[in-house]
């Protein structure tokens, strides 16, 4: 028997889990909205936000599942990737809770917690959802990292293919900035590319060797044709707005989609799944879709409350450690930049 708390603050969220036999009780998440006054995270508020957020986030959760902090088993945390003082709140309150209950403390790679968002029971998840079967591929999307995972069990992953530079979510929220739409843009151009033409402009797709993908370039070149557009008519983004985001979207979107039918003939495998915060990108989950028609491929969507940052996602990874007695000591630490 175990009942795991899990913590998620690699980011902006602070996430509180209570995984019950690995049943999700209850996922509560504390949104930081001062960063819409910057256009984008600032560490430093975030890590104070979650000093001030961790405890009644932790409290709600207890009282959500139905269960107090003496009925515990288990602490399980992101230990990274994500911006270093964010997890250090994280990480010292599961030790902190841990040392004081004297539990096994549990570390998650947030990557692979993405990922195993995937095995969340279909009650807990809200639906019926099949689950993936190993080994499959794994498109990993999200404003820090752009990956294809090929998947062959629960943490034996393997990174096929990656960014060489920006994340695809962060192409979106530099488009984002660029037209003045508000933080966070990632969703708001998904908004506008419902109601836009996806053809109406064309925007060069970077050719990369492999199954590696870059969008530095992809974002500039965004920036020199609005720009343009500018010079020649003050009102172009106004104007043009949805067609503007539908367009973006539509070659974000071809550019993965691209990379993950390259992989999939490479490894022979029509198990396909997505993971991450753009994962919940309207258009995304159509093209996989449409893959599924077109490829023949078994497609796997996360239910739409875990795909971004949150602590149901670190609660089945925890669970699926715990299982194994994979537990981590008090010396452990939060790291940045964490291999896959």
């Not at 998904?190 to 870059?214: M, T, Y």
């Not at 009102?235 to 503007?244: G, M, T, V, Y």
């Amino acid at each position: 028997m175990s009942i795991i708390l899990a913590i998620e603050s690699s980011c902006d969220d602070t996430s509180v889990s209570i995984c019950n036999n690995g049943e999700i009780t209850s996922n509560v998440i504390a949104n930081q909205t001062i960063h819409q006054n910057y256009g984008g995270v600032i560490p430093e508020l975030a890590s104070r936000v979650h000093q001030q957020n961790i405890v009644p986030t932790v409290t709600q959760a207890l009282i959500d599942a139905g269960v107090t902090k003496q009925d515990i088993t288990a602490v399980a945390f992101t230990r990274g990737p994500g911006l270093l003082g964010s997890l250090l709140v994280g990480v010292s309150f599961a030790k902190s809770f841990a040392l004081a209950l004297n539990i096994p403390l549990i570390s998650v790679n947030h990557m692979h917690a993405h990922i195993l968002a995937h095995f969340i029971p279909a009650r807990s998840a809200g639906g019926d959802e099949p689950k993936p079967a190993f080994p499959f591929l794994c498109l990993t999307v999200s404003g820090g990292h752009t990956q294809i995972v090929l998947v062959k069990d629960f943490f034996d992953m393997e990174v096929v293919g990656e960014t060489l530079d920006d994340a695809a979510g962060e192409a979106f929220d530099k488009t984002a900035k660029i037209l003045s739409l508000p933080y966070p843009g990632g969703p708001l151009i998904d908004k506008h590319a419902k109601l836009g033409n996806p053809n109406a402009f064309k925007f060069a797709v970077p050719q990369i060797a492999d199954l590696n993908f870059s969008f530095s370039g992809f974002k500039t070149s965004i920036l020199y044709f609005i720009r343009k557009q500018e010079k020649v008519n003050p009102n172009f983004i106004a104007e043009n707005l949805d067609d503007i985001c539908a367009s973006v979207q539509h070659s974000i979107i071809e550019i993965l989609m691209n990379k993950l039918k390259m992989a999939s003939k490479l490894y022979g495998i029509n198990e396909i799944a997505i993971a991450g915060g753009v994962s919940a990108n309207s258009g995304l989950r159509q093209a996989l879709q449409n893959g599924a028609v077109d490829y023949g491929w078994k497609v796997y969507v996360p239910a739409f409350q875990y795909c971004t940052d949150n602590a149901g996602m670190i609660a089945i990874a925890g669970y699926h450690k715990f299982l194994k007695n994979d537990f981590a000591d008090q010396s452990v630490s939060p790291l940045a930049r964490m291999e896959f």
